[in-house]
């Protein structure tokens, strides 16, 4: 049945106004939002406020990869480990193999020392999961003569395999775990020839991450193809290959690249223009489609990608990125998935010359918004039954099906149900024996992981939603899910991360690896817990919105009443609101804080929060009740500087002694924090052993023993991101001479022996064992991926990455 957005108004007590927003957001029919819990509706409607999120992710993690120049340097990561391993004097060793979760220095390549830094030894690292999260995928290939075997690429984790058709995965080599993997695929001639793409470029922001193209030729080992290490492979985002092996085409943020030796060492740019995708006629390797990632147009190619012809097409103006896929049945179909301003289909019968638009009806009969607003982020089409060119699968934020060529979709997903697939979607994949009869197999890869439909025809057929009819979810040892950051509780055992697209999620010890649960919906950030109170854990939505949950992590935000930052559901006026002054966070209801804000519960006192936007605010009655006009109070206790606050640090033991870093590199301290109006001085600005860096503060840790010895880190690929004083801020030194030139994203100090110091880098972590003056020659694990956030359970080291999900080890034995 139908439903008007009147009829979903009344249900649902939301206005009428607002229908159609969710709709066009969420990429969804009315149907599908009368099914959505209110809480869920609340959500999304809190979502309408933020309608760039991917985009913000990108500009976050950006603002972070800067040097003191603004810039982030091409290859950046690759150069510095280059520089690295020449300061040290190693060589380059063999490639990593396939081996569970991989560790320390025989996964990153490194010649590995005899003896363990600072008590860490490669066995010793636990991986507590998330194995049942899974995080954002952009590729997946299956091996076509053992479809057992599966390759995946994650955005943050590097390549992952499995030889059991998913039922567990492990990742491949940790060489490429520090790396944004944007695109996977298999040579069709030489089945174990696998070429991933790296560097997310489907963003309006700088590609991050990127390393150029990897290749392995036994599908474990895999080494970078030197020649697309420049500028013009930072992001790669889509690769094709030849029927016959010979021609590769890889898709890049800059424009086309053709290479048609068999080492790949001579690339040829055959278009200036960004794309999103390419893909060689599967029958014809002279013909060839390409896809632009922003600029609303298709080219098309009919002497093997050398040169190519802009497609032309009636009907409206395209706009956006255009993904493409040809038909298995007949190759001279062509689908396009347009963005527009929330997907349109059109269809080309010419082998992608030209296109005519399909009418892209919902049931309804009204135009499908199946993209939402993002069709630049998830954007994905697929038409490979060899029986049946009409058939056509599309993915945004859900999944939609049409049996007619595009005049009319449906839906076959509900992404806010758990039984079906999660939301925003990237790759879809044929299993390599899809016939259309005895076998219609076809795998999903988005922001949840990866997930397949045993038999297409049958998924997702429902007579109204949610549709979980047919789907498995394949996130089985998947662990890619990225942290920004975590905390624990040492008499539970307990722990929570802030997960980027996955919200805050929650590990019982009791439950293990594949029993993590969410329990805030949305984006993750900074994480506290209560070291009194096991209950009582902290979290954020974006743009500093700290929410609070009171029953030891156990279950989800339904009730949409746990943000103590002030913003709250309002029944009234049904939309979300905020509390009057003092119950709530300017900088949090403005937006003037960064998309995942730092905030600090007071090691000495459980009843305060201190939260950085771009003053610093402070409550001293956290626990407070929560009602739609009272609930914690907050006070600005330091003006602001100009520059939104990046990391904070209350002294152990001190709680007048509070630490605050910018963005832009400043540096505060204050020595009478709990009063009324504390007063700051700015630090490290003057004389010769001044603080020198200018760029994005990320970490401050002071020495829980000595509070005159504090540890500053910082981001951007430099050569000086780790400094330390041992007076309170007067003198400075610089320690990291023997890291990598990459972002330092957090230090720790062993509680008992403070000499000892863990560093969480963008390529790992490092340890020291003489206060920071010299560092191991290699990443000591936990994985070869960025470590946003270390933090202690007792002389438990727990390390939250962005990319890999969380390791602990335990260093009470040293």
């Known amino acids: 049945m139908t439903i008007s957005d009147a009829q979903l108004a009344r249900e649902k007590n939301i206005r009428i106004e607002q229908v159609p927003l969710l709709r066009r957001s969420r990429g969804a029919t009315n149907e599908t939002l009368q099914g959505l819990p209110d809480a869920a509706i609340r959500r999304a409607l809190r ?35 280059d520089r690295m391993r020449a300061r040290l004097g190693i060589a380059e060793p063999p490639a990593a193999q396939t ?33 049942n999260i899974g995080g954002r995928t952009r590729g997946i290939v299956i091996h076509p003569e053992d479809p057992l075997r599966m390759w995946a690429a994650s ?121 999103g995708i390419v893909l060689f006629d599967p029958t014809d390797d002279q013909r060839a489609v390409a896809g632009a990632l922003d600029a609303g147009a298709a080219f098309v190619s009919s002497d093997g990608g050398r040169t190519w012809q802009t497609a032309t097409h009636e009907s409206k103006p395209w706009s956006g990125r255009v993904e493409l896929a040809y038909a298995a049945k007949d190759p001279a179909i062509v689908y396009a998935s347009v963005q527009m301003t929330s997907g349109r289909i059109w269809r080309s019968t010419d082998g992608g010359r030209t296109y005519r638009l399909r009418r892209t009806l919902d049931s309804s009969g009204q135009v499908a918004d199946y993209l939402g607003d993002q069709g630049w982020y998830g954007n994905a089409v697929w038409a490979g039954d060899p029986t049946d060119a ?43 024996s899809y016939d259309g009869t005895a076998n219609r197999t076809v795998l999903f890869g988005n922001d949840g992981g990866v997930f397949m439909a045993q038999d297409l025809s049958r998924t997702g057929t429902e007579p109204e939603p949610p549709f979980v009819e047919g789907w498995t979810e394949l ?95 309002n029944e009234t006026i049904r939309e979300w609101d905020w509390k009057p002054l003092p119950f709530h966070i300017p900088d949090a209801k403005n ?35 929560n009602t739609p006009s009272s609930g914690p109070t907050w006070q600005a206790i330091k003006p602001s500087a100009g520059s939104k606050i990046s990391a904070l ?39 010769p052993d001044r603080l020198r860096p200018s760029r994005y503060c990320t970490c401050v840790t002071v020495d829980p023993r000595d509070p005159e010895t504090v540890f500053v880190a910082f981001g951007g690929f430099e050569a000086d991101n780790l400094w330390v004083t041992h007076d309170g801020g007067a003198r400075w030194s610089r320690l990291a001479e023997t890291l990598p030139d990459v972002p330092i994203r957090a230090v720790a100090i062993h509680p008992r022996r403070t000499e000892l110091l863990y560093c969480g880098t963008e390529v790992g972590l490092y ?43 335990d260093l009470s034995t040293v």
């Not at 309608?51 to 990108?58: F, M």
Request: proline share 5%.
């Open 47 to 81: 979502r309408l406020n933020h309608p760039d999120l991917p985009n913000a992710r990108r500009l976050f993690r950006l603002e972070q990869e800067r040097g003191d120049d603004g810039t982030v340097p091409a290859n950046a990561q690759g150069t510095a480990l």
């Open 99 to 131: 081996a569970g979760v991989p560790t320390g220095p025989a996964a990153e390549g490194f010649a590995a020392g005899p003896t363990p830094t600072a008590g860490m030894q490669l066995t010793q690292w636990e991986w507590l999961g998330p194995g």
């Open 155 to 275: 955005a943050g984790g590097g390549v992952w395999h499995t030889g059991d058709g998913g039922r567990k995965w492990a990742p491949v080599d940790d060489f490429l775990g520090n790396l944004a993997c944007s695109c996977l695929t298999v040579d069709p001639a030489a089945p174990t020839t696998i070429y991933v793409g790296t560097g997310e470029g489907f963003s309006n922001a700088d590609a991050l991450r990127g390393n150029g193209v990897f290749r392995t030729t036994d599908g474990a080992n895999w080494a970078p193809i030197t020649a697309t290490r420049t500028a013009d492979f930072r992001a790669v985002t889509r690769i094709a290959v030849s029927r016959t092996g010979e021609v590769v085409l890889a898709a890049t943020t800059t424009g086309l690249f053709r290479c048609s030796d068999s080492e790949r060492k001579h690339w040829t740019q055959v278009l200036d223009v960004p794309l």
């Open 390 to 432: 009409n058939l056509v699968v599309l993915g945004g934020v859900d999944l939609w099906r049409s049996t007619d060529g595009g005049d009319h979709i449906t839906e076959i997903s509900t992404w806010w149900h758990p039984r079906s697939v999660h939301a925003d979607h990237h790759a879809i994949v044929s299993h390599p």
């Open 475 to 569: 996130d089985n040892n998947y662990g890619v899910t990225q942290f920004f950051s975590g905390a624990g509780n040492r008499i539970t055992g307990k722990i929570i991360g802030g997960a980027q697209d996955n919200g805050t999620l929650c590990f019982d010890p009791a439950l293990g690896a594949e029993g993590w649960q969410q329990i805030f919906g949305g984006d993750g950030g900074w994480c506290a817990s209560d070291p009194d109170d096991p209950d009582v854990f902290y979290g954020e939505y974006v743009f500093l919105n700290i929410h609070r949950n009171t029953d030891g992590g156990t279950s989800d935000d339904t009730d949409g009443d746990r943000y103590i930052s002030g913003q709250f559901w």
């Open 591 to 625: 937006n003037q804080a960064l998309f995942i804000a730092p905030f600090a519960l007071d090691p000495n006192n459980a009843d305060r929060l201190l939260a950085g936007g771009l003053s610093l605010w402070r409550t001293n009655n956290a626990k407070e009740p």
């Open 649 to 687: 640090a209350v002294t152990p033991g001190d709680s007048d002694l509070i630490w605050v870093g910018h963005v832009n590199g400043m540096l505060f301290r204050t020595t009478n924090g709990t009063a009324a109006t504390p007063s700051w001085a700015r630090v490290g600005v003057t004389g």
């Open 767 to 809: 340890a020291s064992e003489d206060r920071g003056v010299t560092w191991s020659a290699t990443n000591e694990g936990p994985a070869n991926c960025s470590v946003d956030q270390l933090f202690w359970m007792d002389e438990t080291l727990v390390s939250a990455t962005h990319g890999r999900g969380m390791f602990r080890i």
